[in-house]
């Protein structure tokens, strides 16, 4: 596993190893690797990331993004050391570096057009919760567990909490998790919905890299379009989402991969799929 750009590390990467890059047979695995401060995220962490999911968007020999960390936390959320400095505030000037930072890290996962699993190992808090709820797939250890640590610092709800959390679990246990910060073991969040699979600890990397494979081969652009007509399925009308499925499913029918599924399945065959 590399750091990410690191051809450019010596000159321009200021992030050195804390955020890792491996592309493998179509998976772009990502691993926050800042063990020692629980994997909280920097912003040069965090403007790293938001590149890297936008690159995946483009590049045709992305099929899956997996986001995994390092060491005992998932990620505990921003790195709150530059928090609370001196000097005159200016009305807008916080709320344009949130919706520039932590919301725009959640909606590049949001927005990208690859499948993204969340595997969580350990302690998903604040942000960090939101980056796996933000994920298509979440397959979480054993012992990992989610918080929605804001309001324990004196905080309101950021990085994407406000629009996700209530569609993942409805608007009562939504405020719940918000206004007490109580943990979430990982079996719980998996009755909830927010997690698709739980297993051992010893067993996270074989179960994401199982979700991993099978998306590494499927038609990447098919999911692509429905991961977006699913994501806007919420707040659309009836009208506008039946609009948007008839685009998608006239779009894609000029896939290659459109052809080859048809093709595979009149033959009587495995379909062999490019991803596009």
């Avoid at 962490?45 to 992305?62: C, H, K, M, W």
Wanted: overall charge negative; hydrophobic content about 45%; glycine content about 10%.
């Amino acid at each position: 596993m590399t750091a990410v750009s690191q051809s450019q590390q010596d000159t321009t990467d200021p992030i050195g190893s804390t955020v890792l890059r491996d592309l493998t047979d179509g998976v772009l695995t990502i691993t926050l690797n800042r063990p020692e401060a629980a994997n909280a995220i920097r912003a040069d962490q965090r403007n790293a990331l938001i590149s890297l999911f936008t690159e995946a968007d483009g590049d045709p020999d992305v099929r899956v993004v997996v986001l995994a960390a390092d060491g005992k936390h998932f990620c505990s959320g921003a790195d709150v050391g530059g928090i609370g400095g001196g000097g005159e505030k200016r009305v807008g000037d916080p709320m344009r570096k949130i919706m520039g930072g932590a919301q725009r890290l959640v909606t590049s996962i949001l927005d990208c057009g690859k499948p993204v699993i969340a595997s969580v190992q350990g302690v998903a808090a604040g942000m960090g919760a939101h980056l796996a709820y933000a994920a298509d797939l979440v397959v979480a250890s054993e012992q990992a567990s989610f918080i929605e640590s804001f309001v324990l610092r004196g905080l309101v709800v950021d990085a994407g909490g406000a629009y996700l959390l209530p569609r993942r679990i409805g608007l009562q246990k939504a405020k719940e998790l918000a206004f007490f910060g109580d943990r979430l073991p990982a079996a719980e969040a998996l009755a909830l919905g927010l997690v698709n699979k739980v297993v051992p600890a010893d067993e996270l990397a074989a179960a994401t890299a199982e979700y991993a494979a099978r998306l590494a081969t499927a038609p990447t652009s098919a999911i692509a379009l429905t991961k977006k007509l699913f994501n806007t399925s919420l707040d659309v009308s009836r009208e506008a989402a039946f609009l948007d499925e008839g685009m998608a499913q006239e779009i894609q029918s000029y896939a290659a991969d459109s052809g080859e599924g048809v093709a595979a399945f009149k033959e009587r065959r495995s379909p062999d799929y490019r991803g596009w």
